[in-house]
């Protein structure tokens, strides 16, 4: 491949490698003097090489020890089983993910009363500066940040109930809370995109400077017709599976 760049050919290498376990996790990738003997390159070419494959999540490197193969625990998120009717003190989808992969799953939120953006009113169907609650989250597995979330709902169906602030009622999930103010939700649409990440996302989920890359899910949940919440989703893109079931007609 005479016009691939010398450095992503390398890379290449080993990430076929890597892929295909004979690089495992925990194990030494070749250092920049053996990439340099091997290709034929200079060693700024091998440490370029090296850093596509820090970028991307699969390498790490140890102070005074070399670089490694990083043991990358994925979550997986199967979206056919989140929208469960829960009851009061059940836990979240998201703890059921964490659960399942044997880690511990907790968030950090911040709720506020904003005003509609014209991407949102379209998103919910409603009218651009109607009043939303906005809630902001950082999902930690282990207590390491893995997602980030931001939901917004219209304060026309939940302000003055018992489920206007998201986090503060018995209620888990936003299913399980507009069921408790007889809102029955029975749909929801995902769109999911990738993307590069941004500085506040690199910054708030710990992620490589060079080359991070996320996974972005649009979601809406409806009742009918009726919109009842949206948000933007943000996972890392090499610590998540996303899994979908469909019924087929």
Not at 62 to 88: D, F
Not at 151 to 173: K, Q
Not at 196 to 219: M, N, Q
Not at 223 to 229: D, K, P, R, T, Y
């Amino acid at each position: 491949m005479p016009d691939v760049p010398a450095y992503l050919r390398i890379a290449g290498d080993l990430r076929a490698r890597i892929v295909a376990g004979d690089l495992a996790p925990g194990s030494k990738i070749p250092t920049e003097t053996a990439l340099m003997a091997v290709y034929g390159v200079s060693r700024t070419v091998a440490k370029y090489a090296i850093n596509v494959l820090k970028g991307e999540g699969l390498v790490e490197g140890r102070r005074g020890s070399g670089v490694y193969v990083r043991e990358i625990r994925r979550l997986v998120r199967e979206s056919h089983a989140r929208n469960m009717r829960t009851q009061p003190g059940s836990t979240s989808p998201f703890q059921r993910d964490a659960a399942l992969m044997g880690q511990q799953g907790g968030w950090e939120h911040e709720s506020a009363h904003e005003v509609a953006s014209l991407e949102v009113a379209q998103r919910l169907g409603i009218d651009v500066g109607a009043p939303v609650m906005v809630t902001r989250y950082r999902f930690l597995a282990d207590g390491e940040p893995i997602q980030l979330s931001t939901s917004y709902e219209p304060l026309a169906l939940t302000g003055g109930t018992p489920v206007e602030w998201p986090e503060d009622g018995a209620a888990v999930g936003v299913v399980a809370r507009f069921d408790r103010i007889g809102i029955r939700i029975d749909g929801c649409t995902e769109r999911v995109t990738a993307r590069s990440a941004r500085p506040e996302e690199i910054e708030a989920l710990g992620l490589s400077l060079r080359g991070a890359y996320v996974l972005v899910v649009r979601r809406t949940y409806y009742a009918g017709e009726l919109a009842v919440e949206t948000a933007d989703i943000v996972f890392p893109g090499d610590r998540y599976d996303l899994v979908y079931r469909f019924p087929v007609d």
